[in-house]
Each structure stands twice: as structure tokens, then as C-alpha cells.
T-cell receptor
């Protein structure tokens, strides 16, 4: 498919474990975004990449959260020492050129993370 | 501070009626974009419509139109002839040219009644 791909689609893990979430954006899209959506809530911005660099990390909730992007393509969001409040759907989106405000974001189906 | 406000947490509308979903925003930047997204119960986020701050005309996409009132900082989504498949969560969002963060409102859950 040509859309944004996220894996895994579901992840259940024990409190204290580390998790890694993957996002494969649409080919050619330079901008990549991570959001968190708790049950019944809106989207909480986490981090944004333009190419491989992250000009805005302000949304990361704590130093347990980190993200990287390599080759201007795939991105991974890592949560260390997971806590129960980390349970949410993590959504990834990409856009053609993040420097233009008229570019819509295309979203993946998300990773549903459950911390036991 | 940049902010998106959606005051209607939930709405019930009869099928085939038009519906207006409210969105107001706050920004000091002159150049910005406004988006609406639909999120069905399946969870995917679907882009619906875009309005640029300098666009002279209201955006339209099929049954969707955006009632853009710049002076009032309002960007309401209008869905004409609603269908059962329109039942979903709807999010208003804003972006700026000076940075690429997009902020979302808390959403409005729309229920279309048969």
C-alpha cells in the first residue's frame, strides 16, 4: 500500500518494559509526526521530523520517550520503563513538505499500546 | 498562544439533514492553515478539507464545506445531506508556516440518526 504504515498494530507489555513503535511514512514525504491519543481524547502532539532532524521535541512527555528517523524515511518511537499512563494509541502521520502550512497529514492506523 | 476550541463534545443529527461542527482558533500568526479530519470508530484519521488563512473563498470538497470567518477566528465544518456513514469523531486542526506543529481540537463526536 501507499499509505503510512505503523507496526505493531497492537502491543501489550508489562509496566517497566521498553517498547519500540515503528512508522513507515508515505514515500517522498519529508515531514513525519508522532501523536498520542488516549481513549476518547484528542491528539497530543509528541514530536515532528523534517527529514532526519527533529526541530520540535517539545511534546515528548518525559525523558523516557525518544524518537529517531533514519534515511529520511522510517521512524521509531521508543518508550523506556513504560508506565500505565503510557497506554494510548500512538499515531504517526506524514506530509509532503512540512514547511508549507497547506499540506495535509496522512495518518497511519496507529499502534494501540496497553501497559499492564 | 495557539489554540483550537471545539465546543460541541457530541451531536445527534437526523440523516439527510445538514450539520455544522464548530471550531474556533486562536493565533497571532497571519499565515496559517485550518484542517478538518474525520476519525471513524475504526480509528483511522481521514483528511477532509483545508482552508488557508489567505484564501478568499471558503473551501469545499463534495458534501463538505468550511465556513471560514477570519475576523471571528472561526472555521466551522458544514456537512450537507448527512449520511449514516458520517457518524464519527471530527477534529479541527491548525498549522502555521513558521513552524510545522499542527495542533488539534478535542473533537466533536457526530451521531447520524436513521
Amino acid at each position: 500500500g501507499a499509505g503510512v504504515s505503523q507496526s505493531p498494530s497492537n502491543k501489550v507489555t508489562e509496566k517497566g518494559k521498553d517498547v519500540e513503535l515503528r512508522c513507515d511514512p508515505i514515500s517522498g514525504h519529508t515531514a513525519l509526526y508522532w501523536y498520542r491519543q488516549s481513549l476518547g481524547q484528542g491528539l497530543e502532539f509528541l514530536i515532528y521530523f523534517q527529514g532526519n532532524s527533529a526541530p520540535d521535541k517539545s511534546g515528548l512527555p518525559s525523558d523516557r520517550f525518544s524518537a529517531e528517523r533514519t534515511g529520511g524515511s522510517v521512524s521509531t518511537l521508543t518508550i523506556q520503563r513504560t508506565q500505565q499512563e503510557d497506554s494510548a494509541v500512538y499515531l504517526c502521520a506524514s506530509s509532503l513538505d512540512g514547511t508549507a502550512s497547506n499540506q495535509p497529514q496522512h495518518f497511519g492506523d496507529g499502534t494501540r499500546l496497553s501497559i499492564l | 498562544a495557539q489554540k483550537i476550541t471545539q465546543t460541541q463534545p457530541g451531536m445527534f443529527v437526523q440523516e439527510k439533514e445538514a450539520v455544522t461542527l464548530d471550531c474556533t482558533y486562536d493565533t497571532s500568526d497571519p499565515s496559517y492553515g485550518l484542517f478538518w479530519y474525520k476519525q471513524p470508530s475504526s480509528g483511522e484519521m481521514i483528511f477532509l478539507i483545508y482552508q488557508g488563512s489567505y484564501d478568499q473563498q471558503n473551501a469545499t470538497e463534495g458534501r463538505y464545506s468550511l465556513n471560514f470567518q477570519k475576523a471571528r477566528k472561526s472555521a466551522n465544518l458544514v456537512i450537507s445531506a448527512s449520511q449514516l456513514g458520517d457518524s464519527a469523531m471530527y477534529f479541527c486542526a491548525m498549522s502555521h508556516n513558521r513552524d510545522d506543529k499542527i495542533i488539534f481540537g478535542k473533537g466533536t463526536r457526530l451521531h447520524i440518526l436513521p
